[in-house]
């Protein structure tokens, strides 16, 4: 069963920078799609960036120009560098993975994992953007 850890959360002012981290073990390490969503308190989930396993990515339309996913198969690791954030971006990040992806990449931030997809979600880790 594969495992997905997440790290690299904190708080930073508008305007900072922040990289998560998003680390899979088990025993499935070559996920289709891996990505992040991220839910604020009282919004609806949303896709920020995903990543397949032939390198193409996909990004939320407010973060596109900001954030950057990038991945390092050696590592079983999937990175998101967030850069210019502003407080709107505040809100629990979590990692996901599905295998096999069963969308587009793009449809899978958009939508989400599939409902018949097997998937895996981290326990998240909290970003905080101060003005």
């Known amino acids: 069963q594969v495992r997905l850890a997440e790290s690299g959360g904190g708080s930073v002012q508008a305007g900072g920078s922040l990289r998560l981290s998003c680390t899979a073990s088990g025993t499935a390490k070559n996920n289709d799609c891996v990505g992040w969503f991220r839910q604020a308190p009282g919004k609806a989930r949303e896709g920020v960036a995903g990543i397949n396993s032939d390198g193409y990515t996909s990004y939320g339309s407010s973060v596109k120009g900001r954030f950057t996913i990038s991945k390092d198969n050696a590592r079983n690791t999937v990175y998101l560098q967030m850069n210019s954030l502003v407080p709107e971006d505040t809100a629990m990040y979590y990692c996901?993975?599905?295998?096999?992806?069963?969308?587009?990449?793009?449809?899978?931030?958009?939508?989400?994992?599939?409902?018949?997809?097997?998937?895996?979600w981290g326990k998240g880790t909290q970003v905080t953007i101060s003005s």
């Open positions: 996901a993975a599905e295998s096999p992806c069963l969308n587009s990449i793009s449809t899978w931030v958009f939508l989400g994992p599939h409902e018949y997809g097997t998937h895996t």
